[in-house]
C-alpha cells in the first residue's frame, strides 16, 4: 500500500502548517511516511508544493503520481492536474463536474469560524476522503496550536466540518501508533546529530537549504545551555567556530555552497592548525546563487579540493534522515580524533524532506574527545609533537598549569612557531598526511552493497541518492540482475569493495544529482574505475524510483 | 606582580631594527606583569601581518590565525572561559581592510576582549602598500601617484559605532601605552586601542618624528561625554591626541546570554544519555 498527497499553493498560504499536522496525524496512525518539499525562493506568492508518502513499508524517496491533491489555490489544479494517478482525487475550492474533483467551500466555511484557519478545513476533508477517522487530527491540532490556544477551538472546529463537507473515496486504515519510530527532517537530524555529541557552540549565516540546521539548534540553546550565534558572514562562521574548538568546546558551522565557497580559507586553517571542525553544507544547485531553494549534488568535487594545497580532510554524505543523526555525531568524533576538518555534504532532499525512521539508538553511541591527559605532558607542551600515527596531542588553553598553547597557520614545528626551512616543512606535510592514513585504515565506512552476488549491473550512487536507488533498484530487479552500492565516505574514498565489484563482470552505472558526473570523476581519478554509464541529473529535483527505472531503461539497457 | 621576564619579550624576531614593534612588545609585557596575569592566563588572537606575530615573540596563548580574521576566533573563548583575558592584536590592514567586517560586527557584539591595532599606516609584512589608514599622499609601488581614497580613522570610526572603549597610544610614549592597555584591561567591554607604531622600512611619511611631532595627551576630557568624544576623535592632523577617548559601560556578548552566568562552557561535561530527551520530541 503506498499513497502519495499533494499539498500545493503559494508562498504565505500556510502549506507547512497543513504538513505539519498530517505528518503527525500519518504517524500516529502507524504509517511510514517520506515527505519533500519543492519550493520557491520567496515569501509571498509563487507555485509551492510539499508531498507526503505514505506506506505501510518503509518509503525511501519521493513517489511520482499523485492520489490525493490539496490544491489551496486554483492555480494548482492546472498545475498538477497531468501528475494525477488514474483514481486520483483533487479536492479544491473549485467546482467541477469532472470525476476526480472533490469541492470543498473551505473559505466559506471557514468566513463563518475563522478565515484564517481555512487551511484546516482541507485538513478535515482529507483525512475524510482517505476513510481515516479525525481523533488523531484532533490531537495534532491541540499540539499543533498549543501556543496560540484561543485559536484551538476554530481548528477543531473547521475540521469537523470540513470532514463533514464530502464523501469517503478511499479506504486507508489505522495501522495503530507504533513506539519505535519517529519523524524527522535532515536539517533537524544534524542538529540532532550535533547536539548528542555535545556541540556546545554552533556559530552559522543564513543560507538556504541550511538553516534549518541553525534554527532548530537555536531552538535547544537556552534549555542546554550552549550558545548559538548568527555571524556576520561565513568566513566569519567558519573562524567563530574554530576559535570555539581551540578554546577547548565542541564547536560546528553550516552553510550551503556558496557560504561553504566563503569558508574554504578557513577550512585550510583547520587543516594547517590541526583543529577538529565539523562543517555541514546542505547543497543547493549552483554556482553563486543558483537555486536556492532546490537540491543537488554539485559541491562533491568542490568539498574535496576546498582550498588551497593539501591537508587531512574527510567528507561525507549522509544516505538519509536516519543516517545524518549518526554520520554528523561520528563526524565530531573523527574530526576530533584526527583533529581535522569534516564536512558532511547534505542536500535539499535530505534537509528539507522528512521521514519515518527508527528511534535512533544510543547504545553504541559515545563522544570522544581525544583532549590530552594534562598528566601526560611533560616539560613544556608541544602543539605539534612529531608521534607516530602524526596525531599530536590536544589541549586547550587554560587546560595545562604552567604550559600554553599555541597554533599558528603559518608553517610551524612542534611548539608552533613559525619556520620556513625545508626540512621542519617536509616532516610537518608527512606528521599532518599519517593522519589520513590512519584514518583510512581504522575510521573509514566502506559502501554498503545490496544486490545479487553476481549482478549484471551495479547501480552506484553516494549520500542522499540511497532511497531511491533502494527503490528504483526494487522495480529494475523484476528484470535485471541489478545490485546498488551506497558510498556514505567519499573522502578519503573507500575503495575495496569498489574494486572487486569493479573487477566482476558487472556494469557500473553511477547516478547522481549533477551534471558533470563528479563521483564518476573522483573514482576514477582515484582508483581508474570508470562509470560505464551515468544517469544524471542537475535540474534542481530529487530522483524517484521510477525516474531511475525509466531512465535505467532508455540509457542503460535500451 | 609577575616577573616580566616570565613572557620572554626578548625572544628573537623577523622584524626589522628600529621598528614600532619592539616598544609596543615592551610595554604589552609590563602591562601584563603589572596586571599579573600569567601566560596560560591571556589568550592572544592575531591575523596575518608583521604586528600578527606577537604570539611568537611573546609567551602567552595564542591562535594565529589568518590575514584579517583575528576577531572571530576570539569570541569562542568569551563563551568558554570568562576568565581568560583576551587579546586581539594584528596590523592596520588585517584590523581594517581585510577584516573590516568583523571590527563592526564585534563593535555590536561588544565581547570583553582588548584589541591591540598597530596602525602603522601601512602593509608591513607585503613591502609597502596603502593600508585603509594610509595618508593621501603616500606613494607606493601601487599607489603611484598617492592613494586613491580618503584615510580611514578608526578612532573616529569606533568612537561613531560607540565602540565602549575607544583608545590611541602610541608606541613613542611607552609608559602611556602600558596605561591605555592596563585601563583596556579593567574595562568590562569591547576595547580598541589604535597604537602609532612607526614602519621604519616602507613608510617614510609617518616617521617617530611625524607621530611626536603632533600627538598630544589628553588632559580635561571626559571619556563618556559622546559629543565631546566625538570631537576629539575627529582631530587628525597637526595636533592628534592620544588617551582614552571614549567610554561607556554597557552589557556585553556574554551579559546578553543570561542563561550562561559565570558558568565556563569548556567545562561541560554531557554524556548521550542525558541528551537522550533530544530524541524523544521527534517521536
Ligand atoms: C587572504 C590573504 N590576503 C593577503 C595576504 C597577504 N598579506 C599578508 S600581511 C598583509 C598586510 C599586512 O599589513 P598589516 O595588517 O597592516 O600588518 P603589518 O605587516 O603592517 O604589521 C597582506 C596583504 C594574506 N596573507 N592573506
Ligand atoms: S616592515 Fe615595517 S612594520 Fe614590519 S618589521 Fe619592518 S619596520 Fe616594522
Ligand atoms: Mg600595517
Not at chain 1, 581535522?340 to 534537509?351: A, C, K, T, Y
Not at chain 1, 544510543?362 to 563522544?367: F, L, Q, V
Not at chain 2, 611573546?58 to 576566533?73: Q, T
Request: contains cysteine; charged residues 25%; aromatic residues 8%.
Amino acid at each position: 500500500m503506498d499513497f502519495n498527497i499533494v499539498i500545493a499553493g503559494e508562498a504565505g498560504q500556510g502549506l507547512k502548517t497543513v504538513e505539519a499536522m498530517l505528518t503527525k496525524t500519518f504517524s500516529r496512525h502507524g504509517y511510514y511516511l517520506f515527505s519533500t518539499k519543492d519550493y520557491m525562493s520567496r515569501v509571498r506568492g509563487g507555485h509551492n508544493f510539499m508531498q507526503i508518502r505514505i506506506s505501510d513499508e518503509k518509503v525511501e524517496g519521493p513517489d511520482e503520481g499523485i492520489d490525493l491533491l490539496l490544491a489551496l489555490n486554483e492555480e494548482s489544479v492546472e498545475i498538477h492536474n497531468s501528475e494525477m494517478n488514474e483514481d486520483g482525487t483533487i479536492l479544491s475550492e473549485v467546482e467541477s463536474d469532472k470525476d476526480e474533483m472533490v469541492y470543498i467551500d473551505a473559505k466559506g466555511l471557514a468566513k463563518e469560524v475563522n478565515p484564517r484557519a481555512v487551511n484546516t478545513v482541507f485538513v478535515g476533508a482529507a483525512f475524510k476522503i482517505m476513510g481515516l477517522p479525525t481523533d488523531q487530527a484532533e490531537e495534532a491540532v491541540k499540539e499543533h496550536f498549543a501556543k496560540k490556544e484561543s485559536v484551538v477551538d476554530d481548528n477543531l472546529e473547521l475540521l469537523k466540518q470540513g470532514y463533514q463537507a464530502v464523501d469517503q473515496l478511499y479506504n486507508l486504515k489505522d495501522l495503530g501508533e507504533k513506539e519505535d519510530r519517529m519523524v524527522i527532517d535532515g536539517n533537524s537530524a544534524v542538529g540532532l546529530g550535533a547536539l548528542l555529541g555535545g556541540l556546545s557552540y554552533y556559530t552559522a549565516y543564513p543560507m538556504s537549504p541550511s538553516t534549518g540546521i541553525l534554527h532548530y539548534v537555536a531552538s535547544k540553546q537556552e534549555e542546554l545551555g550552549i550558545v548559538v550565534e548568527q555571524s556576520e558572514d561565513e568566513i566569519a562562521s567558519i573562524n567563530m567556530a574554530l576559535g570555539g574548538t581551540y578554546a577547548g568546546m565542541r564547536s560546528m558551522t553550516g552553510t550551503s555552497g556558496g557560504g561553504l565557497a566563503l569558508m574554504a580559507e578557513g577550512v585550510g586553517l583547520a587543516g594547517i592548525t590541526e583543529t577538529p571542525i565539523v562543517i555541514a553544507d546542505v547543497q543547493r544547485p549552483g554556482p553563486a546563487t543558483g537555486l536556492p531553494t532546490r537540491t543537488g549534488q554539485g559541491d562533491l568535487l568542490f568539498a574535496v579540493n576546498i582550498a588551497q594545497d593539501e591537508f587531512p580532510l574527510m567528507v561525507l554524505a549522509p544516505k538519509d534522515q536516519e543516517d545524518a543523526v549518526y554520520q554528523t555525531f561520528r563526524a565530531m568524533n573523527l574530526a576530533d580524533k584526527y583533529q581535522i576538518p569534516v564536512i558532511i555534504l547534505s542536500d535539499q532532499f535530505i534537509g528539507d524532506g522528512s521521514k519515518t525512521i527508527p528511534v535512533i539508538d544510543t547504545s553504541d553511541m559515545k563522544i570522544e574527545r581525544h583532549l590530552v591527559d594534562p598528566a601526560e605532558v611533560e616539560g613544556e607542551y608541544k602543539r605539534y609533537k612529531f608521534t607516530e600515527d602524526g596525531i599530536s596531542p590536544r589541549a586547550y588553553p587554560g587546560q595545562l598549569k604552567d604550559n600554553i598553547v599555541l597554533l599558528d597557520s603559518d608553517e610551524h614545528d612542534e611548539y608552533a612557531h613559525i619556520v620556513e626551512d625545508a626540512e621542519t616543512r617536509d616532516k610537518m606535510v608527512a606528521k599532518r598526511n599519517k593522519k589520513m592514513e590512519k584514518l583510512a585504515a581504522e575510521d573509514l565506512l566502506e559502501p554498503e552493497y545490496t544486490g545479487p552476488e553476481s549482478p549484471e549491473y551495479i547501480l552506484v550512487g553516494w549520500g542522499s541518492t540511497a532511497g531511491p536507488l533502494r527503490e528504483g533498484r526494487k522495480i529494475l530487479a523484476d528484470e535485471f540482475e541489478i545490485g546498488h552500492l551506497a558510498f556514505n565516505d567519499v573522502w578519503p574514498l573507500p575503495t575495496e569493495t569498489l574494486e572487486e565489484l569493479a573487477s566482476t563482470e558487472a556494469k557500473l552505472v553511477f547516478v547522481e544529482n549533477n551534471a558533470g558526473a563528479q563521483f564518476d570523476r573522483l573514482v576514477r581519478s582515484e582508483t581508474g574505475i570508470k562509470a560505464d554509464y551515468n544517469i544524471l541529473k542537475d535540474d534542481g529535483r530529487p530522483f524517484s524510483g521510477q525516474e531511475i527505472y525509466r531512465r535505467f531503461k532508455e540509457e542503460v539497457s535500451k | 606582580m609577575v616577573d616580566k621576564n616570565i613572557y620572554q619579550a626578548d625572544r628573537e624576531t623577523a622584524w626589522c631594527p628600529g621598528c614600532g614593534n619592539f616598544p609596543l612588545r615592551t610595554a604589552l609585557a609590563d602591562a601584563l606583569a603589572e596586571l599579573d596575569l600569567k601566560p596560560e592566563e591571556i589568550t592572544m588572537y592575531t591575523g596575518i601581518g608583521q604586528a600578527a606575530k606577537m604570539p611568537h615573540y611573546i609567551k602567552v596563548n595564542g591562535f594565529n590565525g589568518l590575514h584579517g580574521r583575528s576577531l572571530p576566533p576570539s569570541i569562542g573563548m568569551r563563551v568558554a572561559n570568562p576568565e581568560m583575558t583576551v587579546i586581539v592584536e594584528s596590523g592596520d590592514g588585517c584590523s581594517y581592510g581585510e577584516g573590516g567586517n568583523h571590527i563592526l560586527h564585534n563593535i555590536r557584539r561588544n565581547p570583553d576582549i582588548i584589541h591591540l591595532v598597530h596602525d602603522n599606516q601601512i602593509y608591513g609584512l607585503t613591502k609597502g602598500q596603502a593600508s585603509p589608514t594610509s595618508l593621501e599622499e603616500l606613494r607606493t609601488p601601487v599607489q603611484t601617484h598617492g592613494v586613491n581614497a580618503e584615510p580611514l580613522n578608526p578612532v573616529e570610526f569606533a568612537v561613531g559605532m560607540k565602540a565602549s572603549f575607544v583608545a590611541r597610544s602610541s608606541v613613542g610614549d611607552r609608559e602611556h601605552l602600558k596605561e591605555m592597555i592596563k585601563e583596556a584591561k579593567k574595562h568590562k567591554g569591547y576595547a580598541l586601542i589604535d597604537i602609532f607604531q612607526p614602519c621604519v622600512s616602507f613608510n617614510k611619511i609617518n616617521t617617530y618624528q611625524w607621530y611626536n611631532k603632533r600627538v598630544y595627551k589628553l588632559e580635561d576630557h571626559d571619556p563618556t561625554d559622546h559629543a565631546a568624544a566625538m570631537k576629539v576623535a575627529q582631530e587628525f592632523g597637526d595636533k592628534i591626541p592620544i588617551g582614552i577617548i571614549y567610554r561607556e559601560e554597557k552589557p556585553t556578548f556574554r551579559d546578553r546570554i543570561p542563561y550562561l552566568k559565570d558558568k565556563a562552557l569548556v567545562d561541560r561535561d554531557v554524556e548521550v544519555e542525558d541528551l537522550k530527551f533530544l530524541i524523544d520530541e521527534f517521536k
